[in-house]
């Protein structure tokens, strides 16, 4: 290690208690984002972040757009055009607190108990985030940052990022970047750094069946009319196979194979299926038979019904025969598949399976394309090295099912990838009541921030390898 | 004709407008049974309808149960042991009035407008059943009725003759009778008398289909969980074949099959396929091949999905994999089908093709069988005579899809059959806003009531035969 790692490792230590304080004042403001009511509390936010990147010396300080939910925008360019740039990405608003009523202390007031920090916002994502920049304030004391940053931190995450990929789009010279990196994303278990290499992408529909021009009791007209309801699980039943495979003329066509290396290295994750049926609660794991359970959930496309709706619903018998029924359909989308083409899938077995007696609309709500990152690229390479120094093992490498959508709108307009490893972790409570964040394992993740952004130095944009 | 009924129909045509006033207050009493707000006027309903048997000289004119929603009973039997006894059934209460904005005018103030009478109740039932009891009260001005009569109008039939079963059961001797003359049925045109010899039954349930413990995040977990809306919707749509045939096993056992002679009295019936296509605005009629629209819509058994809900039916979209999913499902009966088996089926069904990936719980809410009357009775042979007599044709045999629960009531327990005979007409928007009742074809059921009775003279317990 040289001295200046292990200046900054000793900096991030004396400070330890400082960070923690700093912290607590951000997780006291309730950005929430998905709410009007809230909007004060955001440019608080916005601001409190500014502030605090022209206090460690960042440059270039900016709030994008300066009104409602602003992006915050700091850079640190001194390493010179030769070594590597760093995006940095992160994002301050949060979730609502409700069910406040759920929460043992109040949510907006972060108290520690056993070495967890409880507030909104603890783990996703301003925590994270914060380790990010600590680390940078870190190595910044002791000297000039061994790499390129530019730090973006958004407001909008919580509300789908919608304005970000605009933004990207109009300043991709202002963000251009090798690769990003971003703490939003969980750790498996606290002893077991990861790296969160693939996300899958989204494709969300819904279709409505219609049948009768209005309701019509079933008694007088029951047996002569296609039911919608009837119709539509009809061609709902018909959309996976009886293996779990998914039925959609071309839906796997572009699928890109897994291979065995990877195969091998997503079977090292210590999830079973014991856990996974003990986590959900299901009488048995389902699915397509040659794949694991884990290759399933976050490796394989899929298709699910998010929601069913038709005629009568509430408590009782009312002998209704709907005229219309409805399904909230969506699709997980894995690399390279492209949503406008599932929708060409779907819209294919309908025309092809739906019968004369219904007519049937099919409307897209939202789509986003998957987004994969190189294992081996030198930025992963630096990763894995710093993990492996604070902790001692090997990191995971590990996909996920959900979709982030900064990450595919990075890679699909500025064509980079991004190393996403944050410190969440399972059982973190996420989104819901009780939020938290465990220390021991942030202080961590900021120290092997510290050893990341060195090991980055000397990799330049042509990408070589790291020293191992 | 006889002097007897010449000026039993002399009297009826004498008192017409006197007839019309009378109903009129009726009408603007609203009976209404769904609400507990219309309390007093349910009681109003039935004293009025108490006060009038007892005027034109029905004896042992009585209140049972006296309190919430009386049944008014009162009868002569005067004709002796000899003569047949009819059972006449109706009902005083009526559907609220809601969209009150819908209607032209007050449904409590009916209005006489081009030969119809607009009043919530008008033809549902007080219209119809008043009818029956003016054609006695005209036989009863010129002498002594030709049949002993007994006379149930009830105050329960909006909210599903429930208490009904119960007063039949615990009053069989009092409602002893060799048949119920039901005026609650329609006519399919006014120049076409209607005689609806059979109802379908009801077998109606609630399906939930469980997966996991709670809602998931449709990315995380989605590709090894089946999900439980999927499973519903696999499971509904197993249960008819492609063909519309119900799949469940011994689900057609016990159906009593159509003969010729009945298929081609059904066959006459003018409602024709592009009628009933207009009238549903289905883009094509549907169900098993081997029966024709109208047999599968009243003598056919069904399996019709009621309600679905699962998951997120909001607008736009939520990625969540939902913890259960609901059907309700409903079968109409025909005879021999009995209810509890047809529950067996469906548990049967269930048993053997829901996969062990979830679980599922089936609830009966409500169920009743069918009923048939034998269209070859002295009681049906009076009635088509005296119809045949009024409107110069012979009277269309029809089944109806619906179910109406005393006349399956009388059917199980008295073991008689009912003689279905009223005036509404497809166009008289029962239930919906400005209900009406046509006077001039009310008239003329009127005038086949006194036919009727005086047909049924001579006829005995014995059932013989009426001469035509």
């Not at 039911?227 to 009809?234: I, S, Y």
């Not at 009568?312 to 219309?324: M, S």
């Amino acid at each position: 290690m040289t001295n200046a790692v292990t200046a900054a490792l000793e900096y991030a230590k004396t400070h330890r208690s400082r960070f923690i304080d700093q912290l607590g004042e951000l997780l006291a403001i309730p950005s929430v984002s998905t709410t009007p009511e809230h909007q004060a509390d955001i440019q608080k936010a916005a601001h409190w972040v500014a502030a605090y990147l022209e206090k460690i010396g960042l440059q270039n300080v900016q709030l994008y757009p300066p009104d409602s939910h602003p992006l915050v925008y700091g850079e640190d360019l001194r390493a010179g055009p030769e070594a590597p740039t760093v995006l940095v990405y992160g994002h301050y608003d949060v979730q609502p607190a409700d069910p406040l009523e759920k929460w043992h202390t109040d949510p907006f007031k972060p108290v520690i108990r056993e070495g967890q920090i409880y507030a909104r916002g603890a783990t996703d994502n301003k925590g994270p985030f914060m380790a990010v920049l600590y680390a940078l304030e870190a190595i910044l004391n002791n000297g000039q940052l061994p790499v390129n940053v530019k730090v973006m931190i958004e407001g909008q995450e919580e509300i789908g990022s919608s304005a970000l990929a605009q933004f990207i789009a109009e300043n991709k010279k202002l963000l251009a970047c090798d690769f990003c990196l971003n703490p939003d994303t969980g750790m498996l278990a606290p002893d077991l750094p990861t790296i969160t290499y693939a996300l899958r992408g989204l494709a969300y529909f819904e279709l409505k069946v219609y049948g009768p021009a209005q309701d019509l009791h079933s008694g007088v007209f029951g047996g002569a009319v296609h039911n919608p309801a009837q119709a539509l699980c009809e061609l709902i039943a018909g959309m996976h196979d009886a293996h779990g495979r998914i039925t959609l003329p071309g839906f796997y066509e572009d699928v890109r194979p897994l291979d065995e290396e990877e195969r091998a290295e997503l079977a090292r994750i210590p999830f079973t299926e014991e856990m996974f049926q003990a986590r959900t609660g299901v009488p048995q794991v389902w699915g397509e038979p040659e794949f694991t359970f884990y290759e399933r959930i976050t490796a394989r496309p899929t298709l699910e019904i998010n929601g069913l709706y038709s005629g009568f619903i509430e408590a009782g018998a009312k002998t209704v025969l709907p005229a219309y029924a409805l399904a909230k359909i969506s699709c997980r989308l894995v690399p390279d598949q492209d949503p406008a083409k599932i929708k060409t899938c779907l819209e294919t077995y309908l025309s092809e399976n739906a019968a004369a007696t219904i007519r049937w609309e099919l409307t897209e709500l939202v789509h986003g394309a998957a987004s994969i990152s190189d294992r081996h690229s030198p930025w992963v390479r630096a990763m894995q090295k710093a993990q492996e120094t604070v902790w001692g093992v090997r990191p995971a490498f590990k996909r996920e099912g959900g979709s982030v959508p900064v990450v595919t709108q990075l890679q699909q307009i500025l064509g980079v990838d991004s190393v996403n490893v944050g410190c969440a972790l399972p059982d973190d409570n996420m989104h819901g009541p009780n939020e938290k964040m465990n220390l021991a394992v942030w202080e961590k993740s900021l120290a092997s921030y510290i050893h990341f952004f060195y090991n980055l130095a000397g990799q330049g944009q042509a990408g070589e390898q790291v020293d191992r």
